[in-house]
């Protein structure tokens, strides 16, 4: 009998890693392929596209950087994304914390009316209108500020969790020590909730930082452009260069990854609090 369930669990075990590795091979093998065709020659791409590259054709991230003027544009994606993530991270903090205390009134169907908007989708055309008429159309500082508006929806659900797992006699304390709200949540709270901090911060930026449809609803001036959009208008102009243009993907995809490699143990530690803790 025992035998015959250890037969069971080996087989049940073999089973997931199996499947386990399917997942790995379809989640990595698009990527893998675009690091490969971003160092093969475009005589080699054209000839045997799936041929491991040779010679490496590194000139293919210098050409596909100067062809595509990514400096302006990653300048561009760079203001777009710092400034909202942090404007976004600090309203969140002070939205929430209260919040999550219950110290205002209604806290629970405020609660509930934010944490509504993770289910609705970007209404482009309503905010579109309303960047017309708040002259936040076709400028860096109203692209930035029509931003804060996905970051702060997670950015509220995750710190409302987060900050339930934090005691509340460090409310009190700080009270009796005569600590202002903001320097308590700036000094106390804060560095407790550091990561909680790099999961939004993270999740922000990968949403602003890959955002394709809003620089083309809400910026029309080439200038302005983040990296995102500029190499849309590379794909248009140089639409059969493929070992350039996946070149150019993963120039714009390596700040993220990095930032993530970076933070990672922060990462997962405060998605792990937040969905876990009350």
């Known amino acids: 009998m025992r035998s015959s369930q250890d037969k069971l669990e080996k087989n049940w075990v073999t089973l997931l890693i199996v499947v386990g590795l399917v997942v790995v091979v379809f989640y990595f093998g698009p990527l893998l392929y675009v690091v490969n065709i971003s160092l093969q020659s475009q005589q080699q791409f054209l000839t045997h596209a799936m041929s491991i590259p040779h010679p490496f054709e590194w000139s293919n991230f210098v050409q596909a950087w100067q062809q595509a003027s990514m400096g302006a544009y990653f300048l561009n994606s760079i203001l777009y994304t710092i400034i909202p993530t942090i404007v976004a991270l600090m309203l969140s903090v002070c939205l929430a914390f209260p919040i999550s205390r219950r110290y205002i009134h209604a806290s629970r169907k405020i609660h509930a009316l934010l944490t509504s908007g993770l289910f609705f989708p970007v209404a482009y055309i309503p905010l579109f209108i309303e ?148």
């Open 131 to 278: 960047a017309r008429m708040l002259h936040l159309y076709d400028n860096r500082p109203g692209y930035m500020i029509l931003h804060l508006q996905d970051a702060m929806v997670f950015g509220f659900f995750l710190f409302v969790g987060y900050f339930r797992t934090i005691p509340r006699e460090l409310d009190e304390s700080a009270v009796i020590d005569g600590c202002n709200y903001i320097r308590y949540l700036a000094t106390i709270i804060s560095p407790l909730a550091k990561p909680a901090f790099a999961t939004m911060g993270i999740y922000a930026a990968i949403q602003i930082w890959n955002d394709l449809i809003g620089p083309v609803v809400f910026l029309a001036t080439p200038s302005l452009f983040p990296l995102s959009r500029g190499l849309f208008v590379f794909y248009g102009t140089n639409a059969g260069e493929w070992t350039l243009l996946a070149a150019g993907v993963l120039i714009a995809a390596a700040p993220l990854v990095i930032a993530f490699l970076l933070l990672q143990r922060y990462f997962i530690e405060g998605a792990t609090a937040g969905a876990l803790k009350s």
